[in-house]
């Protein structure tokens, strides 16, 4: 059995070097193609009909919030799998007038008539992933308007026009967004609504067949003549109160009515001269600090890129930090949050002491402290603003309950709550749940230097640490930081209240050697290979000297930097 693993395992390094980049006459081994460099303007997100229509914008004379906010319009309809309106949204504005970062969180809260008892009484041990239980007060609309009134420049219908106009006259669907339909229907198309919205000529649109959504289109138009109040407190919101009330779900019209968005400080570590931003919880930004925080205490770089030593050390500071994570983090307006531990240096240090080089840890406790599929996008214009926005459902598509009428389907990020009494992350009715969806924001010296973001669950702060670690230890650039071989460990305590078992999984992407895998082996990790679990990327980068942007993109997603 032994020799079968180590064979099958050769198998997989095989495939994982054949998948390397092609050689390109100029630039790293690890980039598929060269960073976009452009002067008055740049948009990077994962679908490149957004992209275009966020460039449209600028041109137009709008910033690059209006653009942020057009192009997550436009993903909502073009990359349904990962966004869209019934889904929450988080922001890190870089504010070129105040030379501030803001963060928003446009997260929703739990309904106010579901209590935790209501989970127990009828035998559920954890909350659902599907169907009307999951489903929290969507604020990715609030999120739009938030924006806008704080930044914005462009009239709101003329930003939010494009994404109507697209979804009255159809657009090509794209070669991954066929595929995660195709793969949600299989789970979904149960469900009232998902027919009629998705599956218009009674199949899944393949790939370039035009897919027109003319009820998202009318709901567009509504809530960009009527404003948030439309979606939120009109016939919009009784829309979706009814709907919920006759799917056997407790989301009300007074919830709706209720939601509110919150701008909060992001949050900062300095990591070897650069400050990294994230925003505070109930995301798991922090998480990422956390890691580079440990890890800053290795010479990293001389370790090297895909190196044993690396990846080891990398696996075993997600751990500590994930452990954290499952403790801690929370909606802070019902727990006090220690984000300054956690995130402190002198917290790093002495977990750091816990890690052993030669060996892999089967678990770690949290530690003991005193308690006082998502899409991203990123703009950035000609004024100096930027901004990193992430938005999305959660599993993909969400909880699979589509408002009669509306072309949208409801996140179900209320699964993240937990059951376990007493949890930080417990569910309460008015509750913010543990959120997965994370934007991250460098500067350097008081300086905007890199907005950036990786989609995918857990892997986001996991992504977040590494390309931070590809730019600054590593010296890669933009596009290759984002291209190279990625390291997701799976398997540590989650905030549903889960426990990591055995240590874990670690997944290893394509482009590291063979020697590597064995000598992890030999650690003590559990290795493994996937096939699309590492996230997509995007991110822009501003050189204030040459005053260009730099935009990057890559070959997981369907995605497209582009700028002007």
């Not at 809260?109 to 009484?121: G, H, I, N």
Request: glycine share 12%; hydrophobic share 35%; proline share 5%.
């Amino acid at each position: 059995m032994k020799n079968k693993s180590f064979f099958i395992l050769g198998l997989i390094s095989l495939i994982f070097m054949n998948n390397m980049a092609q050689d390109r006459i100029t630039g790293k081994s690890f980039a598929t193609r060269s960073e976009v460099i452009a002067q008055h303007g740049m948009a990077a997100t994962s679908q490149p009909l957004a992209t275009q229509v966020a460039l449209d914008i600028l041109k137009k004379g709008g910033n690059a919030i209006d653009a942020a906010i057009a192009a997550n319009a436009v993903l909502g309809l073009v990359e349904p799998t990962g966004s869209g309106i019934g889904g929450d949204l988080f922001a890190i504005v870089w504010d070129s007038k105040t030379r501030q970062l803001y963060g928003l969180n446009a997260s929703g809260r739990s309904p106010k008539s579901l209590s935790p008892e209501y989970f127990k009484e009828n035998g559920f041990e954890k909350i659902p992933a599907l169907g009307p239980l999951p489903v929290s007060v969507p604020g990715c609309v609030d999120g739009w308007f938030e924006l806008h009134k704080k930044f914005g420049k462009l009239p709101m219908k003329d930003i939010l026009q494009p994404a109507i106009n697209y979804a009255h006259e159809g657009f090509p669907v794209s070669e991954l967004i066929a595929y995660y339909l195709e793969r949600s229907a299989n789970i979904l198309a149960e469900y009232p609504g998902f027919k009629e919205t998705y599956m218009p000529n009674g199949k899944i649109p393949a790939k370039g067949e035009i897919f027109k959504n003319p009820n998202l289109a009318n709901t567009l138009e509504k809530i960009a003549g009527k404003g948030r109040d439309e979606f939120y407190k009109g016939e919009t919101a009784h829309i979706i109160a009814d709907y919920m009330k006759k799917m056997g779900g407790f989301l009300s019209y007074d919830d709706l009515a209720a939601h509110t968005s919150e701008w909060v400080k992001p949050v900062s570590t300095s990591y070897r001269g650069y400050d990294i931003w994230e925003l505070p919880p109930n995301g798991q930004g922090i998480a990422a600090l956390q890691i580079l925080n440990i890890l800053e205490g290795f010479d990293i770089a001389s370790m090297g890129f895909g190196s044993t030593e690396y990846i080891h050390h990398f696996i075993e500071a997600k751990k500590l930090a994930f452990e954290d994570r499952a403790k801690y983090y929370a909606d802070p307006d019902f727990v006090s949050v220690p984000v300054d531990q956690l995130i402190s240096k002198e917290y790093a240090a002495s977990r750091r002491k816990l890690i052993n080089p030669e060996r892999a840890a089967r678990s770690y406790d949290a530690g003991n402290l005193e308690i006082g599929n998502t899409i991203y996008l990123t703009t950035a214009d000609q004024w100096g603003n930027m901004v990193s926005l992430i938005q999305s459902n959660y599993r993909g598509m969400g909880s699979g309950m589509i408002p009669t009428g509306l072309g949208f389907m409801l996140q179900d990020r209320g699964e993240l709550f937990s059951l376990e009494k007493g949890h930080a992350n417990m569910y309460e009715p008015g509750k913010r749940p543990f959120h997965t969806i994370i934007p991250a924001f460098i500067t350097k010296d008081g300086n905007p230097y890199i907005s950036f973001g990786v989609m995918g669950g857990a892997m986001q702060p996991q992504g977040h640490a590494q390309i931070v670690i590809n730019l600054i230890d590593f010296g890669m650039n933009l596009q290759e930081a984002g291209d190279a071989p990625r390291i997701q460990h799976d398997g540590s305590s989650e905030p549903t209240g889960e426990k990591m078992k055995n240590g874990g999984t670690v997944y290893l992407e394509s482009g590291l050697t063979y020697e590597t895998i064995r000598e992890l082996l030999k650690k003590g990790h559990h290795i493994s290979f996937d096939l699309g679990g590492y996230g997509g990327y995007q991110a822009i980068m501003i050189d204030t000297k040459q005053k260009v942007y730099y935009g990057a993109s890559e070959s997981r997603k369907d995605g497209q930097a582009a700028g002007y």
